[in-house]
């Protein structure tokens, strides 16, 4: 059964930082590419960054320069550190392991933005 735990959110001041993991299980995580995305009230899903299984990685224009994505294979295990964050950072953020055909989602974790 593959799971994918997201922890590390909450709420923060604007400016403030917030380190996202999210932990696998039941995949082989090191030939997965993994990413996170987020999602505000009303709005699509949309790309935050990914990192795939080579180490390359995207992030969407939006966050570049604040947000910082790894992952360590040993620990089966993303991570999103994200900076000087903004009001409009707010949302759900999910963790996502794909490869090929196969696509899996976590739960998500809330991110708010806000003095």
């Known amino acids: 059964q593959v799971q994918l735990v997201e922890s590390g959110g909450g709420l923060v001041q604007p400016g403030g930082s917030l380190r996202l993991s999210c932990a696998a299980s039941?995949?082989?995580?090191?030939?997965?590419?993994m990413g996170w995305y987020r999602q505000a009230p009303g709005n699509q899903r949309d790309l935050v960054a990914v990192?795939?299984?080579?180490?390359?990685?995207i992030y969407a224009d939006s966050v570049k320069g604040r947000v910082t994505i790894s992952r360590d294979n040993a620990k089966n295990t993303v991570y999103l550190q994200m900076n000087s964050l903004k009001p409009e950072d707010t949302a759900v953020y999910y963790c996502?392991?794909?490869?090929?055909?196969?696509?899996?989602w976590g739960q998500g974790t809330q991110v708010t933005v806000s003095s």
């Open positions: 996502n392991s794909r490869t090929g055909t196969l696509n899996f």
């Open positions: 039941g995949i082989i995580f090191s030939i997965y590419t």
């Open positions: 990192i795939t299984s080579g180490g390359r990685i």
